[in-house]
Every structure is written in C-alpha cells, then in structure tokens.
C-alpha cells in the first residue's frame, strides 16, 4: 500500500498512507496501490453480448469473475490481484434501474465520447477526429447511447419553431461495458488467468474484445519508465482524512503540504476539495443491497450509498510513437545548433526531451541555479516531489512554463504575485488525479528508428468529480493554448503538432514539436466499492 | 478611453419565445457556424460595430416572470454610436426580435409601437437606448484599451513572433547574440516599418478626469455612508446628557457583541475555512478608514458650522467647536449602528433557506455545452431572484455600489483577487429590481471560471450573489457561501441561460495575452530601453 | 450666346454684397446645425421643415410611404414627360426600371472603371505642368469623360456635355426659387439632350461599337426584352447624365480642400496614394467629404401627416404636404450616433456616412462612386510638392452650391 507512484518501490519510500478499517476492505485494492510487486498486467476489456437490458441475473458474469478473479480490497498485499470498472451503458445492460443509473454523474453518464466532451478533451472537433487521436478514429469506448430526450425529442408545444438539433452518436467499432484490470508476478501465469478468466466468462455471453497486456518493471532504484524513457508517475496527490487515511502504526496520515488532497477528491462519500461530500450513486433499499453490505444514504432516506469508497475510473488508450518522439526531438536540437552556433553547446535531443516533459530521464525536476539543472533526489534516494515553483522557478527558466509537468500539475506556479502562492496552491490541489495507469507493448530497440509495433500507455486514473479533476486537468491545463501566459501553445507530449517555449536569457526559445501521443480509445468507468461490486453481481 | 458596459432587458411575449431563440441561433448561423468571431463571416461586424468587444444576444426562459430577452454589450465610447452601429449592421434582424417582445406599458409604449409595428421604419436606436439598464457592479479586465488597439498590439506581437523566428532565416539567429538592449533595438527596427504608430505617444488608458471621478466617487460614498451612520447618533446625543448617551452606547454595544458571538457562528455543516478574517481585514484597511472619517469630518464641520451660526446664532468659534464635538459624538454611535445592523443581517441569514440541489434542465445544459469551448473564451448570462427584506433591499444596493466603485480603484490592473479572467462583466437589476443578472465574458472553461471564483475569490463573488434566492448558506455577507463548490455551481447553471448569439472581436485573446502584447507594445515605442528594462522586457517576447 | 454652344460650366455666380451673404450663410451652417440638433430637431420653417438628428434624417430617408421625393415637375420637363425612377415613389415600376438597369450597370464593370479612372487623372495632372485647377481641369474632365464613355453617350456634336449636364443638374436638384433664365436654357438643352441620344440609340443600333451602358441595353432590346424601349433607354441614359457627373466636380474637390486644411491627413492621405492603397485613400476621401459633403441635406414632402421620432422627446408631427429637409450634413455631425464627430477620422464605420441617401433612392451611382471617386484625387495626391496655390486660387471658391474653383500646384 503505497502512496507513492507506482513506480517507486515501497521499502524505499516515506510513509506510505492506507485505509483504516472499514474502508479499507470496502475499497478496492487498486485504489491505494499501483501493484509494484506484481510487474506484469493484462487489461481486458469486456463487452455484454446481450440483446437488450437483462431483466434478470444481469449480474452473473460478475459473480463469475469472483470465483476466478476476486477483485481485491485494500486490506493488505496479495499474492495477485484485480480491479474492475463498469461504463454506465454496461451496468444498465445489467438491468440497473433507471433511477439508479440517473444518479451517477452527468460526466459518467454521458460518456467520454460525448460531442461537446470531445471538443473540449481535444479529440475531436466538429465531426473530424483530431491529429491527436488515431488514424481513423478510436478502436473503442462505451458507445454510450446519446439520450433522446436531450437531443431535440423534448415534448411538442404550442408555439415552438424552434430548429432541433440532433445530436450526433460518436461510435467506435468496439464496444466496451467493463474494464477488468489483472496483475501477476510473471507473463506465463497471467496468460494462464487470463484463459480462465474467458473460460468463466464465455458461458454468460461476456466477450473479451480487446486486450493489452500491462508492464510496469521499475530498476533497482524504483524508477519505472515509460517508452520514451523518461521516469513515469513521479507525482502523486496524498489523500487525507483523520481516522480514515491512516499510516501503518494506525495514525493519521498528515496532510502533505505540497500534494496533499482531501480524501474525497479520490474516493465518494468522503469530504472533498470543495467542502463537500464527493457525490456518488444511490439504490433504492432492498434486501439484496442491505445483504451486499450497502450502507445508508446520509441523506437520501430510504436509499443505500452506492458509491461510497467507490471513485470514477478514467481510461484512455495512447498510443506512443517512439521513433517520431526521439527524431523530434534531434530535429529541434539540430535547429536550434544551426541557428544560435555561439551558445547551443549543451543542447542535444535529451535536453530537449527533458524540457518537454519537464524532468529529466530519471524524474529529478528541472531547475534554475543548480549544478546538475536539476533537483536532488529526497532523503530515500527518490526524485523530490516536495517543490513548488514560484520562488524557485517562477518564469520557466529552469522547468519550462509550457512542459508537461508543470501543465499537469502547477503547484504555486500560476501566482501573479507572492501573497497569492499559498492560495494558487491550494487551489492547483482541487484538481489533482490518482494515477494508475500502466505501459503496454514491448520496449523498442532502437528509440530513433521505428519498428512497426504498437505501444504507449494505458492512461487509469481515478477521481470523484470527473469534471473538476481529470478533464480540468487535461482542458484547462494541458491543451489550454493560453496556460500560464503562453500563447498558442499545448502540451508538448500529448498535444498536436505545435510550438513549445523554452525560456531562457536572453531571449527564449520557440521549438516545434510533433505529435507523438495518440488516443486509441477510452472511457470512463465506475470503479465500484466491494459492496457495490456484491451488490451488481446479484442483479 | 472611455468603456461601456451595459445591458437591454425586455419582456417577452410567451407566444414568441421559441421564435425568438430560434431568431437568435438563425442569426449566429448565419454569420458563423461557432461562436467565435474576428474573422470570416464574422468580419463584417467586426467593421461595422468597430466600437464593440463583445456582445450577447439571449433568452431566460419564463418560471416566475415572463422570458427576458436580453442584449449585452461592452463597447468603446458612448452608447449612442454603438446603437447607430449596430442597427446598420443588424438592424433588421435585430427589429424582428424586438417585435417578439412585450409592449411597455409606461411612457415608451409609442416608442415602441414606431419600431415595433408591422413595417416600421423608425430607428431602433433609440428604444433600445431608452431601456438600457446601467449596470450596479461592472467590471472590466483590461481597463481603457479600445478594441482597435487590442487589435494593433496583437498584429505586432505577431509580427515580433515572426521576425523572432525568421530572421536570417537559413543562417544563425542574429538575436541569439545580442545584448537584451540591442535585440530590443534590433527588433524594433525591424517591426518598425509597418508600425509607424510606435512613434507616437501611447494613449492613456485611464485619463486624469476618469481617475478623478473614480476617487470622487469612491470618497463621497463612504462619507456619505458614514454619515448617515452616525445619523442615530447625532440624535441621541442631542437628547440625554453625554454620561447617559455614553453608558447606553457601551451596554447596548456589549449586549450585541454577546449576541453575535452566540449567533455569528457557521450553521452546522456550512462552515468552510477561509483566510478571509474580518479583524485582519479591518486592521488593514484601518488607515484608509481613518482618512475617510477625518474627511467627514471636514466636510462635515465645513457644511454644518455656517448652517448652525445661521440657526443658533452662535459666533463662528463656537458654532465650530461644537459642530465637531456632536459629529464626534455622532461617529461615537456609528460602531453600535453598525453592529446591530449585522445583528439583524446575521439573524436573516439564519433564516436563509439555501437551494442544495438546485433543478437544472438538461436540455438547457446540453444546449449550453454545445455552444462551449470552441475558442479560448467563453461567456455566461444568468439570472436570479433576490431576497426579500428591507435589509436586504439596502445591503445589496449600497453593498453594489460600493463594490462597483471599490472595483475601479482596486481593479484596475484587471486582476481580481489572483485572477485576471474577465474581460467585461456585470450585474445589473431587472424585473423592478426583484431580480439581478450576471453576464460574464471570460477566458478559459466555465468550470475553471467558476473553480478560480470558489478557490480563489469566493469572498468577492459571495458578496455580491449572496443576495440571490437559493444561494449556498452565508455568513456576515461574504463567507462560506461559494466555498460550497458544487453546490455553488450547481446553483450557477440553474440560474443560467443558452448563450445563443455571442461574439467577440478577438476570439484567440486571453485578457492576460492582451497585458502581454500591452507590455510588449510599450517597450517597443520606447526607442531604446537600458539593458536592465530590456531584460525584463524581453520576458515577455 | 446659345445655352448650347456656352463653355461656361457655371453661371455666373453672385457678386459683391449678395455673395458674402452666401459665404457668410455657409459657413455659419454647421454651427447653426449644430444648435438645432440641440434645441430644435425638427424646425418648423413655413410649411417647410428642417431635420437635423441622425436618426430623424434616417427615418425621412428610410420612411419612403411618407415622405416622397419632389423631383417628378422638374424631371418632367427633363425627360419629356417620359418617368424617370428617381420621380418615383416604391411602385412596381420603380422596381422594374432599377431591376432593368441593374441588369446593364453590373458589378463586374467597377474595376475597369477605376483604372480608366485613374488612368485619365493620370495623363491630365502630367499634362498639366505642375499647376491644375482640381475643379474643372481634372474632376470635371475626369468624370464626364470616364462616365460620358461608360454610358456610351459622347458630347453632342457643337455642344458640351459638361455645360448641358451641370446646367439640366441645377435645375433638377438645386433651382428652388424656379429661376426663369434657368428654364430659358433648360428648354433649350433638354430636347436637344433628348435627340442628342436618341440619335446616338438610331446610330449604335446600326453600329453597335464598343460595349457600354447603351450598347447592352440595344442588345437587350434586340433580344426582345419589352423593358428596353427607346423612351426607357434614352430617359435613363438621360437620368445618369443628369444626376451622376455633375456631382464629383462639387464633392472631390471639396474633399481635396478639407484635406489641404489638415495637413497631417492630408500627409497620411498622399503616402497610401503613393502606395496605391486604394482602399485606406478612399476611406480618407469618404471622410474628408464628411466635412463638406454634396449638400446640407435633400428635399422630401410628406405624403401624409407624420410624426418624427414618437416616442421620444422631440417626437414633432409634419403635416401633410410639407416639404421636409432631411439634413445629412448635419445627421453625419451628430455625436448622438457618429462617435466624435469634429475628429477626422479614416476609420470610421460605414453607419457614420450618409453621403449617398438611404433608403428606397440610396444614389444609385453609389458603387461606382465608392470605385473612383478617390482615384480622381490619387494621381493628383502622389505629385511631389503639393501644396495650394499661392492668392485666392489657393483655396476653394464656390458658386452657389457648386465648387468653383480650387487650384494647387506640385512638382
């Protein structure tokens, strides 16, 4: 259990923060722990092949699962483990009922490939997919069906002549209903799992439609990279919530004053960055509920909480293009020797690429006024992650404005003026993701040259209102043209072809980036509570 | 230069409502797919309307009041040209809209039957001019740059980028080796010749007699406020004996301040931590206050010896000194007026019934959502009831305009608290004052706009929305309140409409890049800056 | 002398005390505007009125069932009794005839016409040595020739265009007081206007020749078009001479003056000349003959009782009958709707400007007029040196409405 990035090995680390109980066998395992000690993973994406809503043992598929792959909790470490979301149209083929369904967020119900939702994720933008997203559009996510009643159906009165506007239906050749997340110790075992797991399921019409098999094998030091190489899932918010978020001897876990985050920014029914508890689905009383150990709704009499310890899973597929990263980055180096031959001595295609991301390869961030350009590792031989910008590094000079890090996470960096970091701070937390996700694919050979194969990164990560957390993040900081002063520029890494600028004395540098990241598909998912998961295997 | 804000809210007849939305989207189709505007299809509003910045066109639907059709503009200069502009530009469209409207019943029902009656010619000019509402907070986030020079600045700034990035464009950069003087010489060279106004001086955004009546303004409101705050005073000090009047100030005070320690704390649940402390607060505007008493004080003893001789005919002497020692005595009751008045706001406010879940149509929402987000601004129109209540009805106008005059003085970089988001926005009072409109144009998402407000200035925000039916639990005016995020949001959108015609003249320009090309538009008129002013200069290229 | 053999443009203008009157009365104009858009919108003087507000002079123009144009008694002894569209009110006929001539007088033609334009100005500021007077030498011998030729109607043999055009123009638009030496020489120059293209449509149904205006329209005719008859070709052929010419030669060099009177636009007016910015020089010309444009405004009589401006404050009825002076002059001074309206401004929307009319007789000319009125002035503005001419010639002389004479020299 962990609180570190899943790439940092445990014993190595600070404290790490858990659940007390009951939470702690309430909440899926995958909620405080990445799975460092299980390497290899496999994602099986789950579509229903059913005609229609099930009327009855819509969840049996799940009590399936449980026999072959229990999903685990967060009491402790297993020998392997599983985690599972469900899209919202996949719980309403369950047989969900409709006011059940109607209770989840508007984000989650409408699903990621939403028109408006595309536009503003910077996927797709009147009818055309972005460069940013898949030749041909992506391979699959919920097909959420758009809701007619939303879509110009609305009830006929008198006087109305107003022009109705049909909302166009995104699909995608795959369908996706539920995301089944397996971690193991080696390749062999979890391919042996993974045929139980379609063996179990084949008998209740759940096919497996797509499949990534997941990596994650940090070095020695506990850095894991990704397949650009650069050090991945460095920062993490630190949850907190007296006698709840606890560390091993049973005390609170303090709140961390650089990346802590109230406990109901990741999990519902917990107070949340906005002072509020994080909202979360209900059903109706029922014997079957009260027996899946749901508990009271604290406000809705006559409901159970179905959300509670559960949080919203977000997926995106992005495809990594290696080659194209690295000859990029060789490209700007080359220009940038060619144009400015007095002062370019230092500059090759890894300060480049660190630039971009904003760290270098190992995860030390970068810095003004250092020997190294970069931060020194913490007291546990870690890349520090207990920083803040604007004293150190308020115009870039150092951690470019623009890099990826910075874009994902400001810190104080965004303060006009010093009384204001406190307050930046603090409100850069409220919009703060847990990060799960995993690479897939084989690692390259050769970074310059490409080989055909697909890789990238299985982007997971988990929060309670999806709309101020992770697509704030993605709209408002990473493909936001104007972020921190900048003009016309997004995100380096996962951004279209673009600009980037590197300040520097005297005058900064403009380079051109490509596009190296490419979504192939993603959904949001529920990532239900141990009672809520009892409770949809007995629908 | 001066800025306009200000809105037109009519009355709409029920039968028209749909038509008049669907008159609203046929006219943004008709000059651009999405809600951008600068260039293509919008370019002809963009010649013809050269004084306007942004401008919206919507509909609120009718629950407690008949639908309220509203124009919202924020333009350079006075009102009258703007009209004359817009009609030759949207003059018909903008007649067929009308005539979908309510015919006033007051004095301006001829008026509207001239621009409203089946082939009407008469201008619309100056109905609209008639039932223009002046605004009660306006607020505007680059104060005094006409939109022609937003424009001019921009095109340099480009034109800096380009020269930037091309000069000698197959060899080295020459600017890579120069000193920050010479590459500010070096490029204003280079810019110059397509940029002959960098020789003349740059106009001032906030001319002399505008800062002047901003302070003026500013002054006579408080002194004014002070008085009539001291008025109970001044009365019962005339009455009992000053050892009586002091003891019953004292007890009177002492009795509130029990009472309000017992009641001013947060209602169960509704409390949120702030940093926002009255006390601090207080102690750090307490010089200022003291120079505006002291300044009625003078203003005070100035009007009130002359007219006391007249009455009393006392000699000037003690005419003066006794003015001074009632007005003294008159400000010694301003500080128990002033707590009862929070006494009794406080006793309201524990009464408020806050809406948690305010009911937001969906239809309404999918409609905003599909008009979001297509460029880097955004807009909001919205529109509450506000609380009943005698209090109340003062607070909010006193508390506005207040507000409003603080917000020229204290905002005139743009910033709001940490935040420099808006271009122009306002409230404003419809309906007979029983109900306050909100319209903003801002950069970035409606989610970060409203996340900055309940993070970063929620204080603000609750002061002057507080007011609003349903709005989340507040406390003395300002705190908690829009710290209840979601439900602050949520309360946000329900009282909001479909932004159905929106434009703006500059469709790719944050209020911040706009300072930016200020900032560089102003180190290249200078002909040469020192090395030092240069590097700092340069920060911004 | 035969009014059809005179070279005099002009008639002789006033003289002595009755001139400096007429100055005099010119130049307090504006300011006499000024103070009635203050005080008095709508003045009643007689049975005339005066509207000077920008939205009143608007609604004049754009209430076309109410107040109609009072040109048909003079048009009528222009043209013979034969209609002209500009004596109409909005009937189907006037509709009908402005369709037809849309038809000939195309878009298309608008960039040919600005470089004869500018061509002709050309070769005349070079021919003239370095000294021109702006009225007669170039603007009036630009104009006739450029649009003499367009039309396809050639100066009539003994005769000059320019005498028999200007002269038919004052008594149309600018005779009020119905001047009986005035309809002596328009008796004269009308039938004789009237045969003159009449026989040039006899001649170029034989000999089409080039293509202009009268040419397209025989083509039409012979097509089998019944809107193209004679009476109709000869009347609207006669109806451009008339109304369009004579009036560059009073607005251009107006212009020209406002323009030597502000030496920094006329500084930035000479450098997008010379840099054949044609555009940002026609937005300087528009807005320099905002300051002295065609006339204080144009006549209308109300067909029926009217009130302007209901509603408002000034609301007043004009009963009908009544002549109505919607004064444009004024309405494009009026700071109600033109933005600092005493600051030249190039900049300027195109709702500030009401040189052309508005409404159902908006100048029919008025693209064309947008296409090369400023070219006249840009051979003219691109001279080296250019400066008044030293005396009175220096500056412009008027006669009556007409500008006289205004003389520079460059080089």
Known sequence: ???????????????????????????????????????????????????????????????????????????????????????????????????????????????????????????????????????????????????????????????????????TQVKTPITVHALLLLYEKDEETAEAWCRTVGDALAPHQVKIVHGLPLDLRPDPRGIAREHFGFADGVSQPAPFESKVVTVRDGS?????????????????????????????????????????????????????????????????????????FWNSMDAASARINRRDPEHSGHITADWIASRVIGRDLDGNLLCPNSKTGVLPVDKYDQPDNDFLFYDRDKLGHGCPLGSHVRRGNPRDGLAPKPSDKQTLLDAANNHRILRRGRKYGPDILDKRVDDGKERGLLFICLNTDITRQFEFVQQTWMLNPNFAFLYDEVDPLLGPKGMLTIPEKPLRRIIEVDTFVQMAGGEYFFLPSMPAIRYLASL | MRQTTLSVALEVKPESYDHLSSLLDKLREKRSADPSGGTGPFADFLTRVPAVHFMSLSVYPGFDYDPLFVIEANFDGAPGPF????????????????????RPLDNDGPLFDSIAAPDARAPIAPYLERRSLTPTVFHHGNRGMTRDRILAEHKLFEATRVELRCANHEGPNPYRVLTPRQIHAKLRAAVHPDFAWLDQPPPTRIPLAENIGDWVRLISFIVAAVFVLSIPGLFLSLAMPW?????????????????????????????????????????????????????????????????????????????????????????????????????????????????????????????????????????????????????????IRAG???????????????????????????????????RLMFFSNFDQTWESYLDDFIEKAHAGLTLAWCCGVGFPPTRFLVKDGASHGRQFKEWARHSMTVSRFWYSAYKDLTAEQIERNFRIAIGLRKRTLSDKDAALWINDL | MSALTSSDVLRPGPTGFKALIQRLVMALMPSFFTFLRRWKPVMKLGNNYLTSRYDDVREVFATDPAFGVIYKPHLDVIMGGQPFFLGMADTDQYRHDTDAMRKVVRPEDLPVLAVRTEALGEAIVAGAGGRIDVVDTLVRRVTFTMLGDYLGVPDPPGGDLRVWGTRLFEFQFVDQGNDPALRK??????????????????????????????????????????????????TSLMGFIVGGPPQPPMVVPQAMEQLLRRPEALAEARAAARADDDERLRRYVLEAMRFDPLAPGLPRVALTDWTLGTGTSHAATIPAGAQVLAAFASAMMDPRRVANPRVFDPNRPASDYMHFGFGLHECFGRHINAATLHLMLKPLLKQPNLRRAAGKAGRLSKNGPFAERLVVTYG
């Not at chain 1, 799940?62 to 483990?81: C, E, F, N, S």
């Not at chain 2, 009209?83 to 409207?101: D, K, N, V």
């Not at chain 2, 204290?410 to 420099?420: D, E, I, K, N, V």
Request: glycine content about 10%.
């Open chain 2, 400 to 434: 506005h305009r207040l507000l409003g005059l603080v917000l020229r003085i204290q905002a005139r970089s743009g910033y709001l608290g940490s935040m420099r988001t808006i271009h122009f926005a306002h409230w404003a009072m419809v309906n007979n004052k029983s």
């Open chain 2, 243 to 395: 050892e009586r009047y002091l003891i019953l100030l004292v007890v009177v005070f002492i009795g509130i301040a029990m009472l309000l320690k017992r009641i001013g704390v947060a209602l169960p649940g509704t409390e949120i931590a702030t940093k926002f402390s009255f006390l601090k607060f207080f102690f750090s505007q307490l010089v200022p206050l003291l120079l505006f008493v002291a300044g009625y004080l003078v203003v005070a003893v100035a009007i009130g010896t002359p007219l006391s001789m007249l009455a009393t005919a006392r000699n000037f002497d003690a005419a003066w000194h006794g003015m001074v020692t009632w007005l003294l005595w008159g400000l010694a009751g301003a500080p128990v007026v002033i707590a009862g008045i929070v006494l009794w706001l406080r006793v309201i406010e524990r009464r408020d019934a806050s809406q948690d879940a305010p009911p937001v149509d969906p239809v309404m929402l999918r409609e905003m959502a599909r008009r979001e987000d297509w460029i880097p601004q955004n807009h909001m129109g919205s529109l509450v009831l506000i609380k009943p209540g005698i209090l109340r009805m003062i607070l």
């Open chain 1, 1 to 167: 259990m962990d609180q570190r990035p899943v790439s940092a090995a445990p014993q190595k680390g600070p404290p790490s923060w858990k659940l007390a109980p009951p939470h702690d066998t309430l909440t899926q395992g995958m909620v405080v722990s990445g799975f460092v000690s299980l390497p290899t993973g496999r994602a099986l994406f789950l579509e229903f092949a059913w005609d229609g809503v099930q009327k009855k043992d819509g969840g049996a598929w799940l009590k399936a699962v449980q026999d072959v792959a229990p999903i685990t909790d967060a009491d402790g470490k297993d020998a392997r483990a599983a985690g599972i979301g469900l899209t919202w149209e996949g719980m309403r083929k369950m047989g969900l009922d409709a006011s059940t369904l109607a209770s989840f967020d508007r984000p989650f119900k409408e699903g990621m490939f939403q028109e408006d939702r595309l536009r503003r994720l910077g996927d797709r933008r009147e009818d055309e997919w972005l460069s940013t997203v898949i030749p041909g559009g992506p391979k699959w996510s919920g097909n959420t069906p758009t809701d007619d009643k939303w879509c110009g159906m609305a009830d006929a009165h008198a006087f109305d002549d107003l022009e109705k506007v049909v909302e």
């Open chain 3, 185 to 234: 020489e328009v008796d004269e120059i009308a039938p004789a206007l009237r045969l003159h293209i009449q026989n040039e449509i006899a001649r170029r149904r034989i000999e089409p020749g080039k293509d202009d205006i009268l040419s397209r329209c025989l083509a039409l005719q012979a097509q089998g078009d019944a809107a193209y008859t004679d009476d109709f070709i000869r």
């Open chain 1, 252 to 324: 609170d876990y303090p709140k961390d004053y650089w990346n802590g985050v109230p406990l109901g920014e990741v999990l519902m029914g917990h107070e949340n960055g906005h002072h509020e508890i994080a909202l979360g689905p209900v059903v109706a009383t029922s014997e079957a509920g009260a027996k899946a150990g749901l508990l009271p709704h604290p406000r809705g009499e006559g409901f159970l909480d179905l959300g509670l310890d559960g949080s919203y899973m977000v997926v995106r597929e992005l495809k990594q293009d290696v080659a194209a």
């Open chain 2, 83 to 102: 009209w004359g502009q817009l009609e030759s530009a949207i003059g018909p469209e903008l007649r067929s809209m009308l005539r979908c409207c309510k």
